[in-house]
């Protein structure tokens, strides 16, 4: 009966039955509906126009906060607000003003309330928009875009009510063009064009199902500059939807901005139990690149409240990473800084009722529906008691917890906030045996620090609740949790933990190893910090979750090496060729640009004797078809020398295997031109080279579907091939470690920190040329 009310209601609001039984599907929504109906029928009796109808259905379907609800319907049913502009108007008016009591005269103010426009301006404004067009009007006609008059006629008249508006513009062009003709009616033929936003939607959507394709061209600083994320200006807290204000929230902001000066701040906040990797990449580009793009500060703040499982180590490592991608932290603060002032705050939680100590183990608190705590409502005297002798060392590890009161979006009740743990910290020592876990420290820290964006990856997005709860449970400045997608990648495991066991099972040496994508083993492989920065403004900030493929990275430090990397010639499987008519009775000095492409970044010199060394491939004694390189009756050209040389005779070993090549030579410039030209090096220095391919053979090596094994099964056998002895031209002869070269018709290379002087150790970065089967 109750549903049939509401329908007859509903429908005498001007709603289709149809919409009427859909919107009673929506719980929520045909509550307050049927609020704001009957206490309007209350003003304007048992029956409410159309118009008015679907201003109140407009409110009720939009207002977030249902304590407004009675305040706008009063404004609706009294004629106060008539248009849906200025019903927009006033459902963000009350969605920024969050506190009471609510500023009327402001209010009316913003709202347009009691303004009257007549029709006498409409028809002013009109004309005056039809003038600014009027040349392009009389050669378009009616198909001119009649919505450019009416959006600046709106413009010029903002409360307008935009049916007669409409109702003006098509008189007056009526009156200046006349009646349409034939012509006028024909269709406008289309122009085949793709919107841009389409573009848009449809790469980002490629990006987050197949990580194929490129998602921005825009850079970094572009993409995280003012209003491109739609992020809130610092001390405009209360307009993000979802967050939950206090009577103390606008003067805190206002003690917030009087200490920040209203600049944006932002914070890295790692644990440091672990190396970062890719993933971590986008988070350092997020957080320090929104800061500077905004002019504002980005703290480096370890998250160091687990003793166990930090060492002094990775603290070092992650300063080192941050830095060799190109940012500089404001400061670098500890978790630990604040350990007094966190425990103050505890103890004041527990005077507040919202925090109690609890003595269930931790296998009781596991799984989807532990039992609630039997010391839930102990007194707070009594809890303010027991958490001081956790404090004082009374309780064993696992004998007493303090627990806050509250359900996360999860379902998680009452997450812990203290635990006892007899493990010196490296900065504190002794001082502490007890620690606050992530949920009471990360959002506490945040607001000591006046952070004014926390950002952070999506599956925090079910701590959200008690990261607003708390800030408001002890009434301190809260700051605003906005949450971006994860960045992973196919072919990779990034686990600390899977690490570690990659590293005991002896299929990577350490977190550094060069198959891995740790910043550490990225950078060791010789991938440039630009190449990464470049690829985390490719996926873009993007909300969903993205897995690349790696070759995309890959293409990213192509483009970066290419105009950096200085080139060189190295041999990985040498054939000694004599050429016995050398031109010269000693070696020549060859000059060799470094950047064939821009010879204004200098030369460098090279040998070129009667003896020297070409790739095995690049010879043979019964081509097949096609092939272009140095064979019986095919010479081949030698890059960079301006020589030709030519087979004359074959030497092989006792095994029948060609030990050297004799060839003549002659000049380029004398003969029918060559099809190959070919590297080669001449006195070179003998090195080590490493060839990296996946590590992995499967794109997804932790997914059982996929691996069935686990991923320590899926290892690659060809992901590491060491060439011990090849050779490299001796301009390298002085390269430091992580120095880069383009290997000529090899790849990308980068001195490897085991090199030892007179014995250099070279990583292959990437091929020169993305691998179709990789793609």
């Given at each position: 009966m109750a549903a049939l009310d509401s329908l007859s209601l509903f429908t005498g609001l001007g709603l289709s039955e149809h919409k009427a039984r859909e919107t009673l599907k929506n719980t929520a929504l045909s509550a307050q509906l049927r609020e704001a109906a009957t206490q309007a029928q209350q003003t304007l009796g048992c029956t409410i126009d159309k118009a008015t109808g679907t201003l109140l259905y407009g409110l009720a379907s939009r207002l977030r906060d249902p304590r407004r609800l009675s305040f706008l319907v009063s404004y609706i049913a009294n004629r106060k607000i008539h248009t849906e502009t200025q019903l927009s108007a006033a459902l963000e008016y009350v969605r920024s003003h969050p506190l009471d009591p609510i500023n009327t005269m402001d209010f009316e103010q913003e709202c347009g309330v009691g303004i009257v426009v007549t029709p006498e301006q409409i028809e002013e404004a009109v004309e005056a928009a039809i003038n600014r067009h009027r040349p392009q009007l009389l050669v378009e006609r009616y198909h001119f875009n009649m919505g450019l008059l009416m959006g600046e006629a709106r413009a010029a008249l903002k409360w307008a009510d935009g049916k007669?508006?409409?109702?003006?513009?098509?008189?007056?062009?009526?009156?200046?063009?006349?009646?349409?003709?034939?012509?006028?009616?024909?269709?406008?033929?289309?122009?085949?064009?793709?919107?841009?936003?389409?573009?848009?939607?449809?790469?980002?959507?490629?990006?987050?199902?197949?990580?194929?394709?490129?998602?921005?061209?825009?850079?970094?600083?572009?993409?995280?500059?003012?209003?491109?994320?739609?992020?809130?200006?610092?001390?405009?807290?209360?307009?993000?939807?979802?967050?939950?204000?206090?009577?103390?929230?606008?003067?805190?902001?206002?003690?917030?901005?009087?200490?920040?000066?209203?600049?944006?701040?932002?914070?890295?906040?790692?644990?440091?139990?672990?190396?970062?990797?890719?993933?971590?990449?986008?988070?350092?580009?997020?957080?320090?690149?929104?800061?500077?793009?905004?002019?504002?500060?980005?703290?480096?703040?370890?998250d160091d409240t687990n003793p166990e499982k930090e060492e002094a180590k990775f603290f070092t490592a992650i300063c080192d990473m941050v830095a060799w991608l190109g940012y500089t932290p404001y400061k670098v603060t500890y978790a630990s800084n604040y350990f007094d002032q966190l425990y103050v705050w505890a103890e004041e939680l527990i005077r507040r009722g919202q925090a109690y100590v609890c003595h269930q183990r931790g296998e009781e608190l596991k799984g989807h529906n532990p039992l609630p705590s039997p010391w839930r409502d102990r007194p707070a005297e009594e809890s303010l008691l027991l958490f001081e002798a956790m404090r004082k060392g009374k309780f064993a590890e696992g004998e007493a917890t303090l627990r806050m009161k509250l359900v996360m979006e999860d379902g998680k009740m009452d997450p812990v906030a203290y635990r006892v743990k007899y493990t010196p910290h490296h900065r504190t020592g002794d001082t502490w045996c007890i620690y606050p876990t992530y949920d009471y420290t990360h959002c506490l820290c945040d607001s000591i620090e006046?952070?004014?964006?926390?950002?952070?990856?999506?599956?925090?997005?079910?701590?959200?609740?008690?990261?607003?709860?708390?800030?408001?449970?002890?009434?301190?400045?809260?700051?605003?949790?906005?949450?971006?997608?994860?960045?992973?990648?196919?072919?990779?495991?990034?686990?600390?933990?899977?690490?570690?066991?990659?590293?005991?099972?002896?299929?990577?040496?350490?977190?550094?190893?060069?198959?891995?994508?740790?910043?550490?083993?990225?950078?060791?492989?010789?991938?440039?910090?630009?190449?990464?920065?470049?690829?985390?403004?490719?996926?873009?900030?993007?909300?969903?979750?993205?897995?690349?493929?790696?070759?995309?990275?890959?293409?990213?430090?192509?483009?970066?090496?290419?105009?950096?990397?200085?080139?060189?010639?190295?041999?990985?499987?040498?054939?000694?060729?004599?050429?016995?008519?050398?031109?010269?009775?000693?070696?020549?000095?060859?000059?060799?640009?470094?950047?064939?492409?821009?010879?204004?970044?200098?030369?460098?010199?090279?040998?070129?004797?009667?003896?020297?060394?070409i790739e095995r491939t690049d010879f043979r004694e019964e081509p097949e078809p096609g092939y272009k390189r140095l064979a019986w009756g095919q010479p081949v050209g030698l890059r960079h020398t301006g020589y030709i040389i030519e087979l004359q005779h074959v030497v092989k070993g006792p095994s029948g295997c060609v030990e050297r090549l004799e060839v003549t030579c002659r000049r380029a410039d004398a003969g029918e031109k060559p099809k190959a030209f070919i590297h080669w090096v001449s006195q070179p220095l003998t090195c080590e080279i490493r060839l990296y391919e996946r590590l992995f053979q499967h794109k997804n090596p932790e997914d059982p579907a996929e691996v069935p094994g686990g991923f320590l099964s899926d290892l690659n056998p060809a992901s590491l091939q060491v060439v011990e002895a090849a050779l490299v031209d001796c301009s390298v002869a002085l390269a430091k470690p992580f120095d880069k070269f383009q290997f000529e018709r090899l790849g990308y290379f980068s001195v490897d920190p085991d090199s030892r002087q007179g014995q250099l150790v070279f990583n292959r970065t990437v091929t020169l040329k993305e691998d179709p089967g990789k793609v």
């Open positions: 007669m508006i409409k109702h003006e513009v098509d008189m007056q062009v009526l009156h200046l063009l006349g009646p349409k003709t034939e012509t006028d009616l024909e269709k406008k033929p289309k122009v085949a064009k793709t919107r841009p936003e389409e573009t848009d939607r449809r790469t980002a959507k490629d990006v987050v199902e197949n990580g194929e394709a490129v998602v921005q061209t825009l850079s970094l600083m572009e993409q995280l500059r003012g209003e491109a994320l739609k992020f809130h200006k610092p001390g405009e807290n209360y307009k993000t939807p979802g967050y939950v204000t206090t009577p103390h929230t606008m003067d805190l902001l206002k003690q917030h901005l009087e200490i920040t000066g209203g600049q944006v701040r932002t914070r890295f906040p790692p644990e440091p139990n672990g190396i970062l990797h890719i993933g971590h990449a986008k988070a350092i580009n997020f957080n320090f690149g929104y800061a500077k793009a905004n002019n504002g500060i980005c703290f480096l703040r370890f006046h952070i004014t964006h926390s950002l952070c990856t999506k599956e925090f997005q079910a701590r959200r609740s008690s990261y607003f709860w708390l800030c408001n449970a002890l009434d301190v400045y809260c700051p605003v949790q906005w949450e971006y997608g994860r960045l992973n990648l196919h072919y990779a495991v990034v686990s600390k933990r899977k690490i570690l066991q990659l590293v005991a099972a002896g299929a990577v040496r350490d977190w550094d190893d060069p198959r891995l994508f740790t910043l550490t083993a990225l950078r060791r492989r010789g991938f440039p910090p630009e190449a990464i920065n470049n690829f985390c403004a490719r996926v873009g900030v993007t909300v969903a979750q993205t897995t690349m493929e790696p070759h995309l990275l890959e293409a990213c430090v192509r483009d970066v090496l290419n105009d950096t990397a200085p080139r060189a010639m190295a041999v990985l499987e040498p054939l000694q060729v004599v050429i016995t008519n050398f031109p010269a009775a000693k070696s020549l000095d060859i000059q060799v640009p470094s950047f064939p492409a821009d010879e204004t970044k200098g030369f460098h010199q090279i040998p070129f004797g009667p003896i020297v060394f």
